[in-house]
């Protein structure tokens, strides 16, 4: 077999490959006893009818058709290794010059490859997190509100209160008779707002602060208020467009919040003192804000890192992540009860539009940060501390004990295992890798332990390990099991 290797554009090779009469006759025979195997011929058991017999009925053209996609299925990995080419994935015929002997060439899109350049160097500056006396005090009222007491309130509504209202809504809907016409856009119903609990712009309901609205107002009084909808609402029908909200007040009640004692902190769990109780929470708020600052900074650096690598990558590799972007864009819509076809309605977006606005950089993105991870994770040799993976296991076990009890039958509960095994072994690597790129950021200079050095309390990464652009748990991006060979090699 002659082979040729071409290296050409959009990082792909093109492979040229040559058989000889000698080295294609076995394999016409094979794709004769096939052909006979899969023919009625009369006089002829299955699969038994000779050489000849199938030549005359079938022709020379098909036999050596067969024995052409026998080669090229049997003997393509023998093809890449001969040809010295590292596929990053499936080769496509490209033409077929002869086909007895075959002469024939084949496109590979080769696997992706990425210069991190001086990644070390990089910098970005850390802010120690803090809580502050107000963020704490703020988190333990929240704990106390739901064991607090609504009681009837005099005056006014005031911040922190409850006030119950009836609230209907319209929003602007010119027609060309009427400029100033109005549509119904909430239908009367009841509704109970806390003063001050609507600043989260997430949560947020009919729009952010509007309880503002109704501080000072008392039983019985109607309350207007207007609300023109910013362009980043989801519904793109609404934005820029005025709403008008008319809430009645039907009653207002004042929160009586419990007492600092044993007996409220009991509700949270065994604690010696309230103030034992309260150092818990600060400790908790501290570890989600340590969380929260340290994905933050590695979205920065990986930023950085981003862009100064110089990436290669053949285009399928693009669309491969292009398809997991759509596919996961897909699963969130469903959640809301919508499809693609009603989103891109309602966003007033063509698919080419959307494909290329919103699917396309993400998946270029992700695929970016993927290559990043990988290098990263070989070239620091991470690897998996031990003592830190039995920890994390018991954290899944502890949190998928109800599941596991759920759980009827002998394969159910070892497929849950296993989930929970890889689930651990994924979020313990990627904390060493994060924990790794932090400590570069910083300047820490760590260390990269020689191979020779790792001790039995490592663990090589295995093939369950991968990183897909992850970060942690609690994060948007995750990361999934399944190429590990290339990232411990080892490895969202």
């Known amino acids: 077999m002659k082979i040729e290797t071409q290296n050409i554009e959009n990082h792909e090779a093109k492979i040229i490959i040559e058989l000889s009469a000698e080295e294609f006759e076995p394999l016409k025979n094979q794709a004769a006893r096939k052909i006979a195997g899969q023919a009625k011929i009369p006089g002829f058991r299955p699969g038994k009818a000779p050489y000849d017999i199938i030549r005359r009925n079938y022709g020379d053209a098909a036999i050596a058709q067969e024995a052409l996609d026998i080669f090229l299925e049997k003997q393509y990995e023998q093809v890449l290794k001969e040809a010295a080419v590292e596929p990053g994935g499936m080769g496509r015929l490209d033409k077929v010059d002869q086909i007895d002997p075959p002469k024939l060439s ?4 080769l696997a992706s490859t990425v210069d991190l350049g001086d990644y070390r160097d990089i910098r970005e500056e850390y802010e120690e997190p803090t809580v502050t006396e107000e963020e704490l005090a703020d988190t333990l009222l929240q704990l106390k509100k739901p064991y607090a007491v609504a009681e009837p309130a005099e005056g006014p509504a005031e911040k922190g209160q409850s006030v119950y209202v ?22 009367e119903m009841p509704y109970e707002f806390v003063i001050g609990d609507d600043t989260d712009k997430e ?11 109704l501080i000072g107002a008392k039983e019985g009084d109607v309350v207007t208020s207007e609300h023109i ?5 989801p519904v793109a029908t609404m934005r820029g467009k005025k709403g008008i909200f008319t809430t009645t007040i039907q009653s207002i009640k004042k929160l009586v919040l419990p007492e600092e004692d044993l007996e409220f902190t009991k509700n949270y769990g065994e604690f010696e003192s309230y ?19 340290e994905d933050a900074y590695i979205e ?7 862009e100064q690598a110089n990436f290669k990558y053949a285009p399928n590799a693009l669309e491969e992540a292009a398809q997991e972007v759509m596919d996961d864009f897909k699963h969130r819509l469903s959640h ?38 990988q290098e990263i994770a070989e070239k620091e040799k991470i690897r998996i501390d031990f003592e830190k993976f039995k920890e994390m296991i018991s954290q899944f076990e502890a949190s998928s004990a109800a599941q596991y009890q759920q759980a009827k039958t002998k394969r159910q509960k070892e497929e849950l295992t296993n989930q929970i095994t890889t689930s651990a072994m994924n979020q313990t690597f990627n904390d060493a890798l994060f924990s790794r790129i932090i400590a570069i950021a910083k300047g820490e200079n760590p260390e990269i332990e020689a191979e020779a050095e790792e001790s039995a309390e490592t663990i090589e990464t295995s093939p369950a390990v991968t990183v897909d652009e992850a970060v942690r748990v609690g994060s948007d991006e995750v990361i999934s099991a399944d190429t590990a060979e290339e990232t411990t090699k080892d490895e969202e």
Do not use: C, G
């Open 336 to 373: 809301q009860n919508l499809d693609l076809e009603t989103y891109l309605k309602l966003q007033k977006k063509e698919m080419e539009t959307f494909l290329d606005e919103e699917i396309k950089p993400s998946a270029e993105n992700k695929l970016k940060r993927k290559l990043v991870l």
């Open 106 to 109: 084949i496109l590979v899109p």
């Open 203 to 213: 949560s947020a309901w009919p729009y952010v602060d509007f309880t503002q609205t």
């Open 300 to 306: 920065k650096v990986m930023t950085k890192i981003v």
């Open 166 to 187: 009836l609230i209907k809504a319209e929003i602007e809907s010119p027609t060309e008779d009427d400029p100033n016409a109005m549509k119904e856009l909430v239908k």
């Open 275 to 293: 103030q034992a109780f309260v150092n818990d929470v600060q400790e908790r708020l501290l570890e989600q804000k340590k969380h929260a600052q």
């Open 229 to 233: 909808f910013p362009e980043e609402t």
